[in-house]
């Protein structure tokens, strides 16, 4: 048991700071400018948005990639950490083929990609329409009010509520959703990470609202998933936060009258 033990405190000490380091190199990534070189980054400051190119279209995924990494993955720990220790229980008791927390932080994390090319199509549209600024946040003020309020709202969505429960207790999702080997641990990333865009995609909208390059913003909205998911009020925070959303895209709205 004692080196059970042992093994167990190596392997959390491996995901963790394997954590850290992917979440350390997102943050970096994007406060170096997310990878846009100067002519890029002076095109999108520019009065003129910069055209859509294959080349610049890739660069903005990257981007909304690596931005939904920094920004879900530490909501997500508890879990993956979770997957790891009983995984490990289960390999060295012969009841499982060896299975990865990277793969199952792999999965989950190929979830948040779809979101991105996603985010990424939005964008183009929205800048097509002329109703994006060069720093990446909404022109429009109608917009702007009825994301809020369409965000708020959804915090009190039963579907919300659902896929919430999934995210916020860890040992719940497993036991239920448990797969063995590697294959099983890419399912069970997929499926937690389609409860946590679940649970969050109407938040993360949230972006195209105060500017999607607005680290004060991103870090603002990422704490808020951490606290929602993790805290033992979370779940009142949560719907706490939906009226004060909803009251702000409503005086946002009538601001534009």
């Known amino acids: 048991m004692g080196l059970l033990e042992e093994a167990l405190r190596r392997d959390r000490l491996l995901v963790v700071s394997c954590l850290l380091l992917v979440v350390a190199l997102s943050w970096a990534y994007l406060l170096t400018g997310a990878g846009m070189s100067m002519q890029a980054m002076g095109d999108m400051l520019a009065p003129v948005s910069a055209p859509w190119t294959f080349g610049y279209a890739v660069l903005v995924l990257v981007m909304w990639a690596v931005m939904m990494a920094a920004m879900m993955l530490p909501s997500a720990a508890p879990t993956i950490l979770l997957y790891a220790t009983i995984a490990r229980r289960r390999r060295e008791r012969g009841q499982t083929a060896s299975a990865s927390s990277g793969v199952f932080a792999f999965g989950y994390l190929a979830i948040w990609a779809a979101f991105s090319l996603a985010a990424t199509a939005l964008q183009f549209v929205l800048e097509e329409a002329a109703l994006m600024s060069p720093t ?92 929602e998911k993790l805290a033992p009020a979370g779940h009142w925070i949560g719907q706490a936060a939906g009226v004060l959303l909803v009251v702000w895209g409503g005086v946002t709205l009538l601001a534009a009258f």
Do not use: D
Not at 152 to 166: D, E, H, S, V
Not at 171 to 180: A, D, Q, Y
């Open 136 to 227: 990446m946040q909404t022109t429009s003020v109608e917009l702007a009010g009825t994301v809020l309020i369409a965000a708020g709202l959804y915090q009190w969505t039963p579907f919300k509520q659902a896929c919430l429960r999934y995210c916020s207790t860890p040992l719940v999702f497993i036991m239920r959703h448990w797969r063995p080997g590697r294959t099983g641990a890419f399912s069970m990333g997929l499926r937690h990470g389609a409860y946590c865009l679940g649970c969050c995609w109407l938040i993360m909208l949230l972006l195209f609202v105060g500017g999607i390059m607005n680290f004060g913003w991103i870090a603002g909205i990422a704490l808020f998933v951490l606290v």
